[in-house]
């Protein structure tokens, strides 16, 4: 069966750290993959996204890999602040089978320590 | 920019009541617009994908009769839940694509459902 898995466990870590969530797939051709912040209460807002031809991206502090043969993406943010605290979902848009919709794990909460 | 509004944020209703919620995307025109539900520590489950104009795509297990979908225009999109009862109680979320980007959703800030 097609699955994303994130870690369900929340993410504590303590500020200036490094944190890195993970996200595996099964069954499913990803043509890229999205990685999302959501408050509490809030809609998912768009991080960043990165192809299957990429092995990794960068913004600012964030830094995503993506390794289609361990069909896996990691989400790094490095020099952590409390106001990162948040769920992070990744998703991905699988063109395989004709559809093409995102499809969403179900989020790594991240808890940002003092 | 790539702004998308939701109205209202948050409604509360009687069991067998019709509720509407409005997606707006105020500074882009979306060809498509996506319906998604989220029940508390789940992931987004997509219910419908509609695009300006024509009639919305159900996901498998949507009712399309419960969740009527309107995209009259380019940047409103209505998602109204009809007959409502407890268990539609969830948040609803928008997402609306910009016609000239095809990877990129902006999503709206959700509508929290409560059904007496």
């Known amino acids: 069966s097609q699955k994303i898995e994130q870690n369900s466990e929340a993410l504590n870590i303590q500020e200036g750290k490094t944190a890195t969530l993970t996200c595996n797939y099964t069954n499913y051709s990803p043509a890229y993959l999205q990685w999302y912040r959501q408050d509490p209460g809030r809609g998912p807002v768009f991080l960043l996204l990165i192809r299957e031809n990429e092995k990794e991206k960068r913004k600012e502090r964030l830094k995503v890999t993506f390794d289609t043969t361990l069909k896996q993406s990691l989400f790094h943010i490095t020099a952590s602040q409390p106001a990162d605290s948040a769920t992070y979902l990744c998703?991905?848009?699988?063109?395989?089978?004709?559809?093409?919709?995102?499809?969403f794990g179900a989020g790594t909460r991240l808890a940002v320590h003092p | 920019g790539a702004v998308v509004s939701q109205h209202p944020s948050w409604v509360i209703c009687k069991s067998g009541t019709s509720v509407k919620i409005e997606c707006r995307s105020l500074d882009f025109q979306a060809t498509t617009m996506f319906w998604y539900r989220q029940f508390p520590k789940q992931s987004l489950m997509l219910m419908a994908t509609s695009n300006e104009g024509s009639k919305a795509t159900y996901e498998q297990g949507v009712e399309k009769d419960k969740f009527l979908i309107n995209h009259a225009s380019l940047t409103l999109s209505t998602l109204t839940v009809t007959s409502a009862h407890p268990e539609d109680s969830s948040f609803y979320i928008c997402s609306a694509r910009h016609s000239r980007s095809y990877n990129e959703q902006f999503f709206g800030p959700g509508t929290r459902l409560t059904v007496l």
């Open positions: 998703a991905l848009r699988d063109l395989g089978g004709g559809y093409n919709k995102l499809i």
